[in-house]
């Protein structure tokens, strides 16, 4: 059995009022409504996600789209490419995908399936590094993706380690609408899957994020035995059955796990 250690995570600083610029935490709440199943989205769109007015939230949309952020046909905006500017930019000055890309281009041609690496955002796992040998979800994944942390192999593995009351508010949080019919969402069940992963420090997913879709994930340490992120492969369903993929492809996810612990500081 591993040992998790509990990952700290500061989602709000607390801050003097004088020391807050509103019109950039408004600006940035409005970016952050836009994703894969929301890529347009009218002003009144935003404002309902926000809670902002609309008057408020037109303002911020148009300053987007002045700045060349956004674009607008007259009634939707969606984002530009500019926009990976900042996220791309964010992720260029993380040296984590750095240290971990060659070991995932490594093992996915080890292995011949896809690998990726992930870290835990809020109720969403973000990933950071990725080794692609063939697209198997229908959404094609990069660095900078999200998906729910309660239905995926990475998320739980992360989610195992924190503790118990951690984790429970994670899930308290989190959108639990089933994706599919194999989707676990009542938090009970959720809660056990992520207290199994704990116990046998490893995660597997079976169709809950897409059909015909299985991963195996385990958790990334540093040197002093920190959890920092979650590897996982993924690959068709067809692959025989869900523990099948345990016996195929998990001591190579191991090895490249104690790889990484060496030269994590």
Excluded at 55 to 81: S, V
Excluded at 231 to 260: C, F, R, W
């Amino acid at each position: 059995m591993l040992t998790f250690v509990h990952i700290v995570k500061n989602d709000v600083r607390m801050l003097n009022k004088t020391d807050m610029i509103a019109s950039l935490a408004k600006g940035l709440r409005v970016l952050e409504c836009f994703g894969a199943e929301h890529p347009r989205l009218s002003i009144a769109d935003v404002a309902t996600a926000t809670g902002l007015d609309r008057a408020t939230a037109r303002r911020c949309l148009l300053t987007l789209h002045g700045l060349g952020y956004a674009d607008y046909d007259g009634k939707f905006f969606t984002l530009t490419p500019r926009v990976l500017r900042l996220g791309m930019g964010a992720l260029a000055a993380l040296p984590l995908p750095q240290i971990v890309q060659p070991w995932l281009d490594q093992l996915s041609e080890q292995i011949g399936q896809s690998v990726s690496v992930s870290i835990l955002d809020e109720t969403e796992i973000v990933y950071v590094a990725r080794a692609a040998q063939r697209r198997v979800m229908s959404i094609g994944l990069m660095p900078g993706s999200r998906l729910p942390a309660h239905c995926t192999s990475m998320g739980r593995v992360l989610l195992a380690a924190m503790d118990e009351d951690a984790a429970r508010d994670v899930i308290d949080a989190s959108d639990l609408t089933p994706r599919t019919p194999h989707s676990l969402s009542d938090p009970a069940d959720i809660m056990a899957a992520i207290a199994k992963t704990r116990a046998q420090g490893y995660a597997v997913n079976d169709q809950e994020v897409e059909l015909g879709l299985r991963s195996l994930a385990v958790p990334v340490f540093d040197a002093h035995g920190k959890v920092v992120a979650a590897l996982n492969t993924g690959m068709s369903a067809v692959h025989g059955e869900p523990d099948s993929i345990v016996h195929t492809y998990l001591p190579a996810l191991l090895k490249t796990q104690e790889g990484l612990r060496r030269v994590l500081n």
